[in-house]
């Protein structure tokens, strides 16, 4: 059998027969699907999808919430021979429309009833797309025109009925490392959405890179919350953590239920993106600035000692006696309570998709929850590199993966070879040729390599300004320090060909006292008081002279974040241009 993704599972699954595989909540309890369960109904779903004339090659979108059938059905896709397109489920119609199009496919899976009136309201303009399969049990009224609907269990009955197992695995037996996987559209912060082709070998070789980096077990319990739709969720937390560490994974029901469902499942590992990690340190932060004075001032030292163990474990450096002391007592008045909160048994986190403030990396550390940052596209597969749990430095991305080689260019540029890097752009050949370049992945992310080989990202190439006074700024990490503030949700920064920089500010009206108790006038000193404790970290022509609030989060729903929530920086600045002119007209304000 020759090595691709079905043939993984597979193999998985006879090891591990009756071990559950996957929760979902169903009726507010976990519901388990063992290996051998979701084998017998991935090959029915498989046969279903064959005999509905699903041929090998075939594009198939996966327009769905993450969950156990998501998981189900992407892996009848690839048992069938088809092409997996992951459509976020937050995508406008605009935007879903252009992927079913480009990609050419011819069916699609859809979660909900919303998502379903969605896909069945674009047919009518879609010429190849002929087969809608459904996670639930649709009206049938429900229909389009030329369109075949089913649900996923009538997909499976099908396939069951037709009793023809010789071709589901004539076709899972025939599939090579070469051949095409999976098409993850993408578009960065800016630009039409291009797919990023990912050939089996391409995901195989980028499991097994993480596998030797992350030590995944078949004990290990996760708790996915992250969308599947994103590369960097689907390679970690599924077909690694899965397939390759046969762990066992728990489908969070949503994203307003986490903390709880945390409690619940007692994960030992959970994959995340910065965002989150930063929520629970404000929540911290947030406690300690309305905490007593005594006991604020418990918290502060206590989080001091946390950070210096932290920074000595980086350095692997030996702890003294009071130091010791000093931080079990820390441990027990602090930080034990939070790791209970997270189910008291993590290993490690690990946190990708953007950069992921040190400050929040320690204060977990401190609280004996490793947090291993990493860093990838999702033309790489997504992973480039990640910290190990022996080796971790905050700021730093780790060391690349053992089977990925990574230089860096002239200007610093971060270029990457291996076999997990795709082959390129769906029928995009001009946009491949300019990122594949003497047979190297070029970035577009600028980095440098501290003392033991450890990646450090600086910026994005193209996200570097430069102000009217000819002095470069880097806007992620100024985005990352105010939004690092307990006063600031999101920020955006401006200042390219401008004076000096300002910034879009989303206030964090909860960290501020509520946005009823107070004026416009009020939010703003805070604000700018806020902002000027960070002024001594920046250079000077860094410093933020003058900014605009907004009301409304930036989200993915409104195109204004990535799927990993990085500000669409070129999007925010057209959506709230008034508000920019507005506040260069005004000119610098002085912090009072």
Not at 204 to 210: Q, S
Not at 239 to 266: C, D, N, P, Q
Not at 329 to 358: I, Y
């Amino acid at each position: 059998m020759h090595r691709s993704i079905p043939a993984v599972f597979r193999e998985q699954a006879e090891a591990l027969r009756s071990r559950p595989m996957a929760y979902s909540k169903i009726g507010g309890h976990w519901r388990p699907l063992t290996w051998a369960q979701m084998r017998e109904r991935v090959d029915h779903a498989a046969a279903g999808l064959c005999a509905l004339d699903i041929e090998p090659g075939d594009r198939v979108a996966v327009f769905a919430q993450s969950s156990v059938e998501w998981v189900l059905f992407d892996l009848a896709c690839a048992t069938a021979g088809a092409v997996s397109v992951p459509i976020p489920e937050t995508s406008t119609p605009g935007t879903v429309r252009h992927i079913l199009a480009d990609a050419g496919c011819v069916a699609a899976f859809v979660g909900g009833p919303s998502l379903l009136e969605t896909a069945l309201s674009l047919c009518p303009g879609l010429s190849d797309l002929r087969l809608v399969v459904h996670g639930f049990e649709a009206d049938a009224r429900q229909q389009a025109p030329g369109v075949t609907c089913v649900s996923l269990l009538g997909l499976e009955r099908l396939g069951i009925e037709r009793n023809d197992p010789g071709t589901v695995d004539t076709r899972a037996a025939a599939l090579g490392p070469d051949d095409l996987l999976t098409l993850i559209y993408t578009s960065g912060t800016t630009g039409e959405p291009k797919g990023v082709m990912l050939s089996h070998g391409n995901i195989i070789a980028n499991c097994e890179g993480c596998a030797r980096a992350l030590p995944v077990r078949s004990d290990d319990v996760l708790l996915s919350f992250l969308p599947l739709s994103h590369a960097f969720e689907r390679t970690t937390g599924y077909y690694m953590a899965l397939l390759f560490g046969g762990a066992t994974v728990y489908y969070a029901s949503s994203v307003k239920r986490l903390f709880r469902e945390i409690a619940e499942v007692k994960p030992t590992i959970m994959t995340g993106v910065p965002r989150v990690y930063e929520r629970i340190y404000a929540r911290f932060e947030q406690a300690r600035n309305r905490a007593s004075a005594s006991r604020r001032l418990l918290m502060h030292a206590g989080l001091a000692i946390g950070q210096r163990v932290a920074r000595a474990r980086q350095r692997r450096d030996d702890l003294s006696l009071p130091v010791k002391l000093g931080y079990r007592l820390a441990r027990d008045q602090l930080f034990d309570p939070l790791t209970e909160r997270l189910g008291g048994r993590v290993r490690f986190f690990v946190s990708g998709g953007a950069p992921l403030r040190p400050e929040v990396g320690e204060f977990f550390m401190a609280a004996g929850v490793l947090i291993l940052e990493g860093y990838g596209l999702t033309e790489a597969g997504p992973v480039i590199s990640v910290n190990r749990p022996e080796s971790v430095r905050f700021g730093s991305v780790g060391q690349p993966l053992h089977n990925v080689r990574v230089r860096l260019a002239e200007d610093h540029e971060i270029l990457v070879r291996g076999p997990n890097v795709m082959p390129g752009y769906w029928r995009r050949p001009d946009d491949t040729a300019a990122v594949l370049r003497d047979g190297w992945l070029h970035t577009g992310d600028v980095g440098r390599f501290d003392a033991r080989g450890r990646l450090c990202i600086t910026d994005r190439k193209k996200d570097l300004f430069k102000s009217s006074g000819g002095k470069y700024v880097a806007p992620q990490r100024l985005e990352a320090l105010l939004a690092g503030l307990p006063e600031i949700d999101q920020a955006c920064v401006v200042g390219d060909g401008r004076p000096w920089c300002g910034a879009l500010i989303v206030p964090d009206f909860d960290a501020l006292g509520g946005r009823a108790e107070l004026s416009e006038r009020e939010v703003h000193a805070r604000i700018r008081a806020a902002i000027g404790r960070i002024e001594d970290e920046l250079e000077r022509h860094e410093h933020i002279r003058n900014f605009r609030v907004i009301d409304a989060p930036f989200t993915e729903a409104d195109g204004l974040l990535t799927a990993t929530l990085k500000v669409r920086r070129a999007r925010v600045i057209e959506r709230y241009r008034a508000e920019v002119q507005a506040m260069y007209a005004e000119g610098p304000r002085r912090r009072r």
